[in-house]
């Protein structure tokens, strides 16, 4: 069995390499993509497409997916994960630092690394409770998407961790480079969100979706772009991505929600401009507040100097 996809090509992906484009817009790997093409399950406008063609924006891809064998949605087993740092362990939780280019846990369709499958290479042991492939995980970050997490290595740390984001008295608190200049320089959006009436892949601001509030405050405004702190009242999947493009201030390299390509280019950026800066809660064992930093990527902080210039 299989799983059809048939989407057209975002403005902002015009250009791209078929495997990058397609990373992007379906959350796999690149080298799952290429395979995908090299096995002709890639089409474009109902030809077969080679990894390197270029897409063409408003062009039909049509992407032939695999059904995963089922192990693929079982507990991921242990994977060492390059750049996955590991910023507190202690015998309820271990906090990372997590990487572009890792989810948080296995799913239908990803062929990459895991948060969970690192955390377990590393020798942590991961909770059993949740569902079997998501052990140990109370929240996630996007594939594109880094910085701190963390995972519950108890059972105990695990029911109190999901009562507590389910409560909202987790802080979370992300920095984001939106394009231009959001007016007023701090607010809050308050809009329902949910997946996008056209788009499967994508979410978008829907009249009877699910209620969503975002705050956010700019702490530097260069001249293309501004640098954010946001603050996430819920969690809804790319809540800040959609917020701001709903705002008609994209991320800077977020090419599926309408970012400027020519921007993200100048930049030198692969993906959004999205760091989880920050994460406090009350530890799980005795209550205390913990708060945990995560420091820019590379690649951020190369595209915050090049703003800078």
């Given at each position: 069995m299989s799983d059809?996809?048939?989407?057209?090509?975002?403005?902002?992906?015009?250009?791209?390499?078929?495997?990058?484009?397609?990373?992007?817009?379906?959350?796999l790997s690149r080298t799952a993509v290429a395979a995908l093409a090299e096995d002709g399950r890639v089409e474009v406008d109902g030809r077969p497409a080679g990894k390197s063609d270029r897409l063409v924006a408003g062009a039909w891809l049509e992407v032939d997916l695999p059904e995963p064998e089922r192990e693929t949605t079982l507990a991921a087993s242990p994977e060492v994960v390059p750049g996955l740092t590991v910023l507190h362990a202690d015998d309820d939780i271990v906090v990372v630092d997590k990487p572009v280019g890792v989810a948080a846990h296995p799913s239908?369709?990803?062929?990459?690394?895991?948060?969970?499958?690192?955390?377990?290479?590393?020798?942590?042991r991961v909770s059993t409770s949740g569902a079997e492939e998501r052990q140990g995980i109370v929240h996630r970050l996007d594939v594109g998407t880094t910085g701190v997490m963390v995972v519950a290595t108890s059972e105990h740390a695990y029911t109190e961790l999901k009562r507590a984001f389910k409560e909202r008295t987790v802080e979370k608190r992300y920095h984001a480079v939106a394009q231009g200049h959001p007016d007023p320089s701090s607010g809050t959006i308050d809009a329902p969100i949910d997946r996008h009436p056209k788009h499967d892949y994508r979410f978008a601001v829907v009249a009877d979706g699910k209620p969503s509030v975002t705050h956010y405050d700019t702490i530097e405004a260069f001249r293309a772009a501004s640098l954010?702190?946001?603050?996430?009242?819920?969690?809804?999947?790319?809540?800040?991505?959609?917020?701001l493009s709903a705002l008609r201030h994209p991320l800077a390299g977020d090419l599926a929600y309408g970012a400027d390509p020519t921007l993200a280019r100048r930049l030198k950026l692969e993906r959004q401009w999205l760091h989880a800066r920050t994460l406090a809660f009350a530890h799980p064992a005795d209550g205390r507040r913990v708060e945990f930093t995560s420091p820019y990527p590379a690649d951020l902080a190369r595209a915050l100097d090049l703003l800078a210039e």
């Open positions: 059809v996809r048939r989407l057209p090509v975002p403005d902002g992906l015009e250009g791209m390499r078929v495997d990058a484009g397609l990373s992007r817009l379906l959350g239908p369709g990803w062929t990459g690394p895991t948060v969970v499958g690192g955390v377990a290479a590393l020798g942590y954010l702190d946001v603050r996430l009242e819920t969690g809804r999947t790319h809540q800040i991505r959609v917020h």
